[in-house]
């Protein structure tokens, strides 16, 4: 044949395919979340996320100290508290699980990591709800109050990054005013901003036991849209956020890569827990090479234009050598 273009021609040998490579994946682009217990010496495997543990505060040291080795630095945090309320007030305890935690890390590993907090109180109310709930609504504007209270606490315990994931609105404003006022200009605010009202995050909520009564719909995205995704990345920026958030991120790729297009900040992806276990389960079952899909996913993010990516697979992945 008489061909001009042959492709093949770059993908002949390893060497050359590694030349080429468009992206890549490696340990500074991934976030490692945890989920905090209250107590001590607690590590228990979460069931419906094989590989993924409650760890009270001593236990959590531990984990980000070997992730550490593994060149993992950013670290997310989740506090599952024992207290829970209607408005969630434990999660503005100076003492809670989430603020002895920051304090802990801080203590331990200074400024050789980065801390990240989930602001949203899902896990703190007693429906379940990331706000208050009121005569059956989830009313916005008492809950950013709340929010910008949660975010203040986690600064004061010395977090580098609050991470809304509520998806009220006007809340990355409110938290901006409030860190300000307090001195906290430094504190950085990634926006969850393109949160879809997701069944990937089933197991999740059973990690967190912050299944609300009802659903979410009235304030997470509806899965049908997508220029809303841009719409609501616009506001966060707006109102001062720092870095924004497309979440879930397997079965949201061209929302990813859309958000990509329309922003000059840094893009995150959420590889959330639903598409975490379904991975981990096929892989269990014999059905999928784990090591090729999980890579094969973080590509995909990366690929679609995600600067970083939270997920749960980064410990695997960098242990046995998969990125
Ligand atoms: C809290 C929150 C959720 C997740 C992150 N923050 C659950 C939800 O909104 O129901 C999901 C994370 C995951 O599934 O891995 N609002
Ligand atoms: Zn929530």
Redesign the pocket.
């Known amino acids: 044949m008489n061909l001009l273009d042959r492709p093949r021609r770059l993908r002949a040998t390893p060497v050359l395919r590694e030349m080429m490579a468009e992206t890549n994946v490696s340990a500074r682009h991934l976030i490692t979340?945890h989920f905090v217990v209250e107590g001590k010496g607690i590590k228990e495997e979460i069931g419906s996320m094989p590989g993924v543990f409650h760890v009270s505060t001593d236990e959590l040291i531990k984990e980000v100290e070997a992730d550490l080795e593994l060149g993992l630095k950013s670290h997310l945090l989740?506090g599952i508290p024992n207290d829970k309320s209607p408005h969630g007030d434990s999660a503005l305890d100076d003492n809670g699980v989430v603020q002895q935690s920051l304090r802990a890390l801080k203590g331990q590993f200074g400024t050789d990591i980065i801390s990240i907090t989930?602001v949203?109180l899902?896990?703190y109310t007693s429906h379940g709800h990331?706000g208050f709930l009121e005569d059956g609504k989830v009313v916005n504007d008492p809950s950013v109050e709340q929010l910008a209270r949660m975010a203040l606490s986690h600064a004061q315990a010395g977090c580098d990054i609050v991470s809304p994931?509520?998806?009220m609105d006007g809340r990355v404003g409110g938290i901006r005013e409030l860190l300000d006022e307090n001195g906290f200009t430094d504190t950085v605010i990634l926006a969850?901003s393109a949160?879809y009202a997701?069944a990937?995050?089933?197991?999740?909520?059973d990690a967190?036991d912050?299944a609300?009564q009802g659903d979410?719909k009235t304030y997470?995205m509806d899965p049908r849209n997508g220029r809303e995704a841009v719409l609501e990345t616009f506001l966060d920026l707006q109102e001062g956020a720092d870095m924004v958030m497309v979440?879930?991120a397997l079965a949201y790729l061209d929302i990813i890569r859309r958000v990509r297009e329309e922003v000059l900040s840094p893009v995150v992806c959420?590889?959330?827990?639903?598409?975490?276990s379904l991975v981990k389960n096929a892989a269990k079952a014999g059905l999928v090479d784990e090591a090729a899909i999980v890579r094969e996913n973080l590509l995909a993010f990366r690929r679609a234009g995600s600067d970083l990516i939270?997920t749960?697979h980064g410990r695997d992945a960098l242990k046995e050598g998969w990125i």
Do not use: H, L, T
């Open positions: 979340p989740f989930d949203c899902c896990a990331c994931s509520d998806m969850y949160k997701s990937y995050y089933g197991p999740f909520r967190c912050s609300p979410r997470q979440k879930p959420y590889n959330v827990s639903g598409e975490y939270i749960y």
